[in-house]
């Protein structure tokens, strides 16, 4: 799609990018998936959709929501076609399940193999959910091991960890993928629950923004609104769009905003176990949320005001 600045970003900065979400899970990743789009450092490859609440029901009770990853797999669909960019994005579906629950083809998870080992450049993979996709793929093909670079939202802070969403939908995924050498930024919850945005402030700067503007707002909205689900979340009148983080790093990786920990082994209860004499992985329990919010606010103003200028 052609993006509409005044600036360029050279080559050489340029990274090649896949997105992998979990996107109908709450109503977070919509905005990350548009940021990805609108952002041009990023040579977005594709987006591959993930499951989710496979774990989070064996944690908490209940029934694991079906079919999750083709909701998910919709719900990207939905967020291209409200840009119009629907056929010029690659999506595709992930795993069903996680990784743990046996051995399954995805077309996700061959097209990441496909796109790591298609050039000499790294490919940055952003995930935004459960690591089974990237898991699984590197399961199936050992030799992207040194071919991609995984930004993961997921796990609680160290030294202990706790429990997270994403990390329990697929503890044997995260496990497997911190005991290879794939380079790894974890964002813990001490992190990305800070990136925390008011309703208002996204009904004065987002709904404005066409169709996909008032698409985010009124999915957001539509959550924030249900009763009974979590007593103390939604808050009411302010959100922690999460998913966000991962993107904004992948734009900037924050200097000095990290600090590098052996990668532990997790257990069940997502505690971290430590593994001294493994290799290290970039954790952030900080980002700068104002940056990456802003960031995100810029682009698809801009991208509207063009869009709207050409479609009058």
Excluded at 203 to 221: A, F, N, S, T, W
Excluded at 249 to 267: G, K, Q, V
Aim: aromatic share 10%; net charge negative; charged share 25%.
């Amino acid at each position: 799609m052609r993006l509409h600045y005044h600036f360029d970003v050279p080559e050489d900065k340029k990274v090649r990018v896949v997105v992998d979400t979990d996107a109908k899970n709450e109503a977070d990743d919509q905005f990350a998936i548009v940021q990805a789009i609108l952002t041009p450092k990023f040579r977005l490859e594709g987006i591959v959709a993930a499951h989710y609440k496979a774990g989070f029901a064996a944690q908490y009770g209940g029934a694991p929501v079906k079919d999750s990853m083709m909701q998910s797999y919709a719900e990207v669909e939905k967020i291209l076609d409200l840009m119009n960019v629907k056929n010029e994005i690659p999506h595709f579906k992930g795993c069903k399940v996680p990784v743990g629950e046996g051995w399954e083809e995805a077309e996700g998870v061959d097209f990441i193999i496909d796109r790591a080992m298609a050039e000499d450049s790294i490919l940055h993979l952003i995930v935004l959910g459960p690591l089974t996709n990237v898991a699984a793929a590197l399961k199936k093909e050992p030799r992207i091991e040194e071919k991609i670079h995984v930004v993961w939202i997921g796990g609680g802070p160290y030294p202990y960890g706790e429990n997270e969403f994403n990390l329990c939908n697929d503890i044997e995924a995260a496990n497997f993928l911190f005991a290879s050498q794939v380079p790894i930024w974890q964002i813990t919850t001490q992190a990305y629950k800070n990136v925390r945005i008011g309703l208002a402030e996204l009904e004065d700067k987002i709904r404005p923004c066409g169709k996909v503007g008032e698409y985010l707002c009124d999915q957001m909205i539509d959550l924030n609104n249900r009763t009974g689900w979590l007593s103390d979340w939604p808050k009411g009148e302010s959100w922690p769009i999460c998913d966000i983080a991962a993107v904004g790093l992948m734009i900037d990786e924050h200097e000095y905003l990290y600090e590098n920990h052996p990668a532990p082994f997790i257990t069940q209860d997502m505690h971290y176990i430590p593994q001294p004499n493994r290799r290290t992985i970039r954790v952030y329990e900080s980002v700068d949320t104002r940056y990456i919010f802003e960031d995100l606010v810029a682009k698809l103003r801009i991208w509207y005001r063009a869009e709207k200028n050409s479609n009058p």
